[in-house]
């Protein structure tokens, strides 16, 4: 079993449009994120989310905006998609201690045309 | 805030030689301390991790790394590169004094020439 899922794993996609990846672990943990990765492979967090607390990246445009149904599912949500958002984006998880690190999905590779 | 620092963007090295990535952090408290590998086309994978157990931590495939905290350096070594560990290298930070938030670094290319 993948502990920590993502779909789509490619999604190309025209501006403007509104589109949505999902995430899903079967980890048990308390804290999932997201992270976007550019071009020159530079990890840039976007948000983090357990079930008491959603801490966003001051940075990230509010187009973007985690949805978590459980503590298992964190989806991300893209309104107005530009081409400056293509990139991979990853979705993590972990216990409440870092101690014992982040488990990384494979990749949502976006492409914006 | 915490910070860390991999020196050296992309590196290379000849099939069989040592690999040695660097990085370096920012913390007055020794901090747990991680390596990353991305393979193409794939998500991170953890290779190591140090929590403030022995400082010489070994991973998986061959390396290993050392805490040293008089130099606040966590650098990431293997005696001998294989053809399959071209990769990119993540070096980050975390542990109760950053709230466990992760930092991490900008990632080192290694290539592995034959």
């Known amino acids: 079993d993948t502990a920590v899922s993502q779909t789509p794993k490619y999604l190309v996609t025209q501006m403007g449009n509104d589109k949505s990846i999902k995430c899903e672990q079967n980890l048990g943990h308390d804290t999932m994120y997201w992270y976007k990765q550019d071009s020159k492979k530079f990890l840039k967090i976007m948000f983090s989310y357990n079930n008491k607390e959603l801490i966003i990246n001051e940075t990230v445009p509010n187009r973007f905006s985690p949805k978590s149904p459980d503590k298992a599912h964190l989806n991300l949500h893209i309104n107005s998609l530009e081409l400056g958002d293509s990139a991979v984006y990853f979705c993590a998880s972990s216990q409440a201690n870092s101690y014992y690190g982040y488990t990384f999905g494979s990749g949502t590779r976006l492409t914006v045309v | ?114």
């Not at chain 2, 963007?9 to 920012?26: K, P």
């Not at chain 2, 998986?60 to 805490?67: C, L, P, Q, T």
């Not at chain 2, 350096?73 to 542990?95: I, N, Q, R, W």
């Open chain 2, 1 to 114: 805030a915490q910070s860390v620092t991999q020196l050296g963007s992309h590196v290379s090295v000849s099939e069989g030689a040592l690999v040695l990535l660097r990085c370096n952090y920012s913390s007055s408290v020794p901090p747990y301390l991680f390596w990353y590998v991305q393979y193409p086309n794939q998500g991170l994978q953890l290779l190591l991790k140090y929590t403030s157990a022995a400082t010489l931590v070994k991973g998986i495939n061959g390396f290993e790394a050392e805490f040293k905290k008089s130099e606040t350096s966590f650098h990431l070594t293997k005696p001998s590169a294989h053809m399959s560990d071209a990769a990119e290298y993540f070096c980050a930070v975390s542990g109760p004094n950053t709230g466990n938030q992760f930092y991490f670094g900008t990632g080192t290319s290694l290539t592995v020439i034959p």
